[in-house]
């Protein structure tokens, strides 16, 4: 797996697939089990006709760094460090929930690295959205004092219940394992709820597709939306979804990011 050096961190990626578009670069959300769990059973439907890079950014079990404060500014460096080292670019840039806020800032301030952006289920800041602003709070109070009801909040809120009641007891109780309050999952969160990118949305000139979640109960659709709105010139989609589309509907999600990409 190639590293490269940003600042204090090691930043892992995986690459995988050939083609010969550009290539395609998935950023995580939150969560310290980053690319690998994210987007595992994803990029197999992918990387057929696509190189697929997908980075593990500061917070996650992959990457080691000093442990401090995470940043618009540092997860940004990171994906544009990652971008240069692999020398494909630029790349069809997606990110999903708190990645799609990284890929945002990324295209806003260097839009010569991207040739598309998708943004999945993302939002453009916390403070003030009282929704957001405690749900992350509760997040960390669990994450703080009970790691198991933390787990299971967090699934609760990230699938539609139709989902999660069709896949199933022993199916659910496996995801739970998933999103567990480790130190760099508590460090994304505290990311998430410091969050303002508004000011940049209007510097976005790259053509964007903005993919909402009509189901979702993490970052509500209106974000979605919002985003869209924002953004000069952007396409949006919604999918009848939980916040965790590329697990919950992954046929329709991945045929609508081939379609975008493919559109040349």
């Excluded at 997908?54 to 401090?68: F, H, M, N, R």
């Excluded at 939980?242 to 919950?248: D, N, P």
Aim: net charge negative.
């Amino acid at each position: 797996m190639p590293v490269v050096k940003v600042a204090d961190a090691q930043v892992h990626y995986a690459v995988s697939g050939s083609g010969a578009g550009p290539a395609l670069l998935l950023v995580h959300g939150t969560g310290s089990v980053g690319a690998p769990v994210t987007w595992g059973s994803t990029i197999p439907l992918l990387d057929g006709d696509r190189v697929v890079i997908a980075p593990d950014l500061s917070g996650t079990d992959a990457t080691v760094d000093d442990g401090g404060e995470l940043t618009v500014e540092i997860l940004t460096n990171q994906v544009i460090a990652v971008i240069e080292d692999a020398d494909l670019g630029p790349v069809d840039l997606l990110g999903f929930s708190m990645g799609a806020t990284v890929v945002a800032a990324v295209a806003a301030l260097r839009p010569d690295l991207v040739h598309r952006l998708i943004l999945v289920a993302g939002w453009a800041y916390t403070e003030g959205e009282e929704y957001l602003r405690n749900t992350f709070a509760l997040w960390r109070r669990l994450g703080d004092t009970d790691a198991e009801s933390f787990s299971r909040f967090v699934t609760m809120t990230g699938f539609g219940r139709g989902f999660l009641n069709s896949i199933g007891r022993d199916a659910v109780e496996a995801m739970t394992r998933n999103m567990t309050p480790t130190p760099g999952t508590l460090r994304h969160v505290d990311y998430d709820v410091a969050l303002d990118i508004r000011p940049l949305l209007p510097r976005i000139r790259t053509r964007t597709l903005v993919v909402g979640c009509a189901q979702d109960a993490t970052i509500p659709v209106e974000h979605s939306r919002a985003l869209h709105d924002a953004i000069a010139g952007s396409s949006y989609v919604e999918i009848d979804s939980g916040h965790v589309v590329m697990f919950e509907k992954q046929d329709e999600f991945v045929a609508r990011v081939r379609e975008f990409i493919a559109a040349g």
